[in-house]
């Protein structure tokens, strides 16, 4: 069992920046491949970044060379800088681990608001 809690959302102007982070329990995180997700109201839920467990990293086109995704083994936690916020990229923030086994576990989520 893995337990994910993000924090760091709110809101923010166009143009601000926000850096959420995932604290996760419960196995081996560095085995982890880890992602966050969004989902905007009556859209569905979309990737965002991904990094695995040796640290490769994917991004949505629509937030490449915007947005990064880190992450900290000893801290048991990841991380998304977003910069160049814009109002599109207001949803709540979800994220997600993906165990050795493939196992998939989510966090609550947490709401970023972008005001223009």
């Known amino acids: 069992q893995v337990q994910l809690v993000e924090s760091g959302g709110g809101l923010v102007q166009a143009g601000d920046s926000l850096r959420l982070s995932c604290a996760a329990s419960?196995?081996?995180?560095?085995?982890?491949?880890m992602g966050w997700y969004r989902q905007a109201p009556g859209k569905q839920r979309e990737l965002v970044a991904a990094i695995t467990s040796s640290g490769s990293t994917d991004y949505a086109d629509s937030v490449k060379g915007r947005f990064t995704i880190s992450r900290d083994n000893a801290k048991n936690t990841v991380y998304l800088q977003m910069n160049s916020l814009k109002p599109e990229d207001t949803a709540v923030y979800y994220c997600?681990?993906?165990?050795?086994?493939?196992?998939?576990?989510w966090g609550q989520g947490t709401q970023v608001t972008v005001s223009s």
């Open positions: 997600k681990a993906r165990t050795y086994r493939n196992w998939d576990y």
């Open positions: 419960g196995s081996i995180f560095s085995r982890n491949a």
